[in-house]
Every structure is written in structure tokens, then in C-alpha cells.
């Protein structure tokens, strides 16, 4: 298995213009997480979807930021418009749930990151 | 306060040292526990699951303290690929996201 893809690795852009990073997902997990992490505020969740619909986005910063997943092999998270603040590594993560109990969780695997430099 | 608290670093130890790194989490109904390893501009992976009995994986092992809600790690003979963030993971029973510390992060010095 190719584990968790995503696009591009890095993106230097200039503020204001408008940002998407790309995520495949392991095939067949039917969970998939969009993280942020910073020095400051350590790895934060931004938005997670199970099999394919938004479950909590409660982490989404502000208005800027959308995210979508139309099928269970490919997710976006768009940034528009994009500020210096967005600049960190954002990371896609996926996990399988299905046929677990409720409180059993299973190792989530995180994709490589797109480091996002917003100038 | 933070849902989980890790202090950041960074421990600086000698090759062949013990070292132990303690995580708060502020949930009591919290469920599961784990220890994820990220290299620097990496990102992070599953190093272990924390079980209420306490686990080990050869050098590494891991506790949880349900009355005092901290998990630890500790690592043993200390290995200069050992370097590395270590991030403490909680997640709330009954709900499918977890929670990441800040991680702490240690050098392991020749």
C-alpha cells in the first residue's frame, strides 16, 4: 500500500491567493483527519469526515478554510484567501473504524504533510 | 487548560541513559491512550498503544494513571535514533478524533 498521499509537498504562495492541498487516503479506511501543526499550538485537528461526510469541523479556523471529500479516495483543503498566519504543515491522516466498538480506536496514518509558506 | 499536556524540551541525554516523559490529559472519561514518534519534518507515527496493565516493547514502556490522568513513556539504554519528537494522544470514549500534545521533544547525545 502507498499509505496516505498528498499534494503538493510544498506550497509557497503570497497572501491572498487562494490555497488547495490534496489528500488520498488509505484505500478502504473509511475515516479521514485534516490536521495543522505549528510550533506554537503543537498538531491540531482541523476537520474530520467518515465514510466521505463531514463529522466535526469545529477545528476550522475561520470562513477561510473549506474542506471536501467527494469520494472515499480523495479529500481537499482549500484556503481562500490565504493569510501568513495559514503557514505551517498541514497533515492528512486516515484510519480504519469500521466494525470496531465504539470506544476502540485504531492507529491513524498520517500522510507526509504540505508545508504551506504564506507570504 | 489543555485538553493534554506534554512539557516540550528538549531532554538532552547520553547515549545509554534512561529517560521517562510524563502526559496529563484533563478528560476522565477518556479511553484510549497512545505514543506517536515524529523525525523532524516528518510526520508523526504510531510508536505504542498505552493499556490500562501497563505495556512494553523492548526498550520502551508505557504506563497509564486513571486516578492521577497521566500516561508516561520511558525509554531505556537510550539509542541516538531514539532522537525525536514523542507526542502523547488521548481520545474521549465514545468519540472518533483524538487529541494530540504538544510533544516533548529529546536528543539522545553521543
Known amino acids: 500500500d502507498a499509505g496516505v498521499i498528498q499534494s503538493p509537498r510544498h506550497e509557497v504562495t503570497e497572501m491572498g491567493q487562494e490555497v488547495t492541498l490534496r489528500c488520498k487516503p488509505i484505500?478502504?479506511?473509511?475515516?479521514l483527519f485534516w490536521y495543522r501543526q505549528t510550533m506554537m499550538r503543537g498538531l491540531e485537528l482541523l476537520i474530520y469526515?467518515?465514510?466521505?461526510?463531514?463529522?466535526?469541523d469545529s477545528g476550522m479556523p475561520e470562513d477561510r478554510f473549506s474542506a471536501k471529500m467527494p469520494n472515499a479516495s480523495f479529500s481537499t483543503l482549500k484556503i481562500q484567501p490565504s493569510e501568513p498566519r495559514d503557514s505551517a504543515v498541514y497533515f492528512c491522516?486516515?484510519?480504519?473504524?469500521?466494525?470496531?466498538?465504539?470506544?476502540?480506536?485504531?492507529?491513524?496514518?498520517f500522510g507526509p504533510g504540505t508545508r504551506l509558506t504564506v507570504l | 487548560r489543555k485538553e493534554v499536556e506534554q512539557d516540550p524540551g528538549p531532554f538532552n541525554v547520553p547515549e545509554g541513559a534512561t529517560v521517562a516523559f510524563n502526559c496529563t490529559y484533563s478528560?476522565?472519561?477518556?479511553?484510549?491512550f497512545f505514543w506517536y514518534r515524529q523525525d523532524c519534518r516528518k510526520e508523526p507515527k504510531l510508536l505504542m498503544s498505552?493499556?490500562?496493565s501497563g505495556n512494553e516493547d523492548g526498550r520502551f514502556t508505557a504506563q497509564l494513571n486513571r486516578a492521577s490522568q497521566y500516561i508516561s513513556l520511558l525509554i531505556r539504554d537510550s539509542k541516538l535514533s531514539d532522537s525525536a519528537t514523542y507526542l502523547c494522544?488521548?481520545?474521549?470514549?465514545?468519540?472518533?478524533?483524538?487529541?494530540f500534545g504538544i510533544g516533548t521533544k529529546l536528543q539522545v547525545i553521543p
Open positions: 491522516a486516515s484510519r480504519l473504524g469500521r466494525g470496531l466498538a465504539l470506544n476502540s480506536y485504531n492507529e491513524q496514518f
Open positions: 484505500s478502504g479506511h473509511d475515516y
Open positions: 469526515f467518515n465514510n466521505n461526510v463531514p463529522i466535526d
Open positions: 478528560n476522565s472519561a477518556s479511553q484510549s
Open positions: 498505552v493499556y490500562s
Open positions: 494522544v488521548v481520545n474521549a470514549g465514545g468519540y472518533q478524533k483524538v487529541t
